[in-house]
């Protein structure tokens, strides 16, 4: 009993914070977080555009820790930004559809990457048991991105949604997604969050099992 | 939107956008089994993290679709439980005649749903 009572306090407690930020939105942080995914956009294309073959794979390195940077930044602002008015939240959402793309496109690379590499430098270089631990774990700034994502919902279907998304990125990770592909699919869970609480907020005509 | 409008959509299904329905034509082709949510993007060939608002809103807003947890226990398997999703009978009544009604339907597009790889 006590435990859900301070379960309950914690939740207040969120909701509070939440409603804070919410006041503090006016002078944080959509800017800022549209600014850095279009530098990152601009710089990853700029980046990807001169690599030749022979050195891509450094450009990518390159460029993948400043993606991987990037987001973290987006997944830190959004979380100050969660309780924003609707254009915020579109402008924010349009920059992470931007991130999306550019995270596919990367990703698409570095599959690409990865088969030359495969066939040329597998014996000397792979360690199978190392690859598989590698593919098979779940990203944190995938994982935290998600959180914030769960968090936008509505409160009643918050818990639900967590884990199922959770689930769903273990599966990713288990199928043989690497970070990238992993916070894009948190960022597509973000841009189309809104859309969700929609469907979760209209009238309901059965019941639902929780 | 007004009641009546709503209630007007609610009678009509939800809207066939294509992603739609190619979520229920996955759904449709094998209407006992039950799917989750990244199954139901690989076989639909759609994005992972799209389908979320089309599945919440034929669960919760029209009733076609139902959902329920995995029965493992978290703690045993060490992974989280996946959310099952299956037509209601009268769901995949409704998502047969809705998907016949639809008037831009996927096979004009030419995009085809694609057995599922690497899931399980």
């Given at each position: 009993?006590?435990?859900?009572?301070?379960?309950?306090?914690?939740?207040?407690?969120?909701?509070?914070?939440?409603?804070?930020?919410?006041?503090?939105?006016c002078?944080?942080?959509?800017?800022?977080?549209?600014?850095?995914?279009?530098?990152?956009?601009?710089?990853?294309?700029?980046?990807?555009?001169?690599?030749?073959?022979?050195d891509?794979?450094?450009?990518?390195?390159?460029?993948?820790?400043?993606?991987?940077?990037?987001?973290?930044?987006?997944?830190?602002?959004?979380?100050?930004?969660?309780?924003?008015?609707?254009?915020?939240?579109?402008?924010?959402?349009?920059?992470?559809?931007?991130?999306?793309?550019?995270?596919?496109?990367?990703?698409?690379?570095?599959?690409?990457?990865?088969?030359?590499?495969?066939?040329?430098?597998r014996p000397?270089?792979?360690d199978?048991?190392?690859?598989?631990?590698?593919?098979?774990r779940?990203?944190?700034?995938?994982?935290?991105?998600?959180?914030?994502?769960?968090?936008l919902?509505?409160?009643?279907?918050?818990?639900?949604?967590?884990?199922?998304?959770?689930?769903?990125?273990q599966?990713?990770?288990?199928?043989?997604?690497?970070?990238?592909?992993?916070?894009?699919?948190?960022?597509?869970?973000?841009?189309?969050?809104?859309?969700?609480?929609?469907?979760?907020?209209?009238?309901?005509?059965r019941?639902?099992?929780? | 939107?007004?009641?009546?409008?709503?209630?007007?959509?609610?009678?009509?299904?939800?809207?066939?956008?294509?992603?739609?329905?190619?979520?229920?034509?996955?759904?449709?082709?094998?209407?006992?089994?039950?799917?989750?949510?990244?199954?139901?993007?690989?076989?639909?060939?759609?994005?992972?993290?799209?389908?979320?608002?089309?599945?919440?809103?034929?669960?919760?807003?029209?009733?076609?679709?139902?959902?329920?947890?995995?029965?493992?226990?978290?703690?045993?398997?060490?992974?989280?439980?996946?959310?099952?999703?299956?037509?209601?009978?009268?769901?995949?009544?409704?998502?047969?005649?809705?998907?016949?009604?639809?008037?831009?339907?996927?096979?004009?597009?030419?995009?085809?749903t694609?057995?599922?790889?690497?899931?399980?």
């Amino acid at each position: 009993m006590s435990t859900r009572a301070s379960d309950r306090d914690l939740v207040r407690d969120l909701d509070r914070a939440l409603a804070h930020s919410f006041d503090l939105d006016c002078a944080i942080d959509h800017n800022r977080a549209s600014r850095r995914a279009r530098h990152l956009v601009n710089d990853l294309g700029r980046i990807l555009d001169r690599a030749s073959i022979l050195d891509l794979g450094r450009a990518f390195d390159r460029a993948s820790n400043r993606a991987f940077d990037r987001a973290s930044a987006l997944d830190r602002d959004l979380a100050l930004v969660s309780g924003m008015n609707r254009s915020a939240f579109g402008r924010a959402s349009s920059s992470a559809f931007d991130l999306v793309h550019v995270l596919d496109h990367a990703s698409e690379l570095n599959s690409e990457l990865a088969r030359m590499l495969d066939s040329t430098r597998r014996p000397a270089v792979l360690d199978r048991g190392h690859l598989e631990r590698e593919v098979r774990r779940v990203a944190p700034s995938a994982a935290r991105l998600l959180a914030v994502v769960a968090r936008l919902l509505p409160a009643s279907d918050r818990a639900r949604y967590d884990e199922e998304f959770r689930s769903e990125l273990q599966d990713l990770a288990q199928a043989g997604a690497g970070r990238f592909r992993q916070v894009a699919y948190a960022l597509r869970q973000l841009r189309y969050a809104r859309l969700t609480v929609a469907a979760l907020r209209s009238p309901r005509r059965r019941g639902v099992t929780p | 939107m007004t009641g009546k409008k709503r209630a007007a959509e609610k009678r009509a299904g939800p809207r066939m956008t294509i992603p739609t329905q190619l979520v229920l034509r996955t759904l449709l082709a094998e209407p006992t089994r039950e799917m989750y949510g990244l199954q139901i993007c690989e076989t639909a060939g759609l994005p992972s993290g799209t389908i979320h608002p089309i599945l919440a809103r034929l669960e919760h807003e029209h009733g076609w679709v139902t959902s329920r947890w995995e029965g493992i226990s978290p703690q045993a398997e060490g992974r989280p439980r996946r959310r099952y999703y299956q037509l209601t009978e009268d769901g995949a009544e409704r998502a047969r005649i809705a998907l016949a009604q639809a008037t831009t339907s996927v096979s004009t597009l030419s995009l085809r749903t694609r057995p599922a790889k690497g899931l399980t």
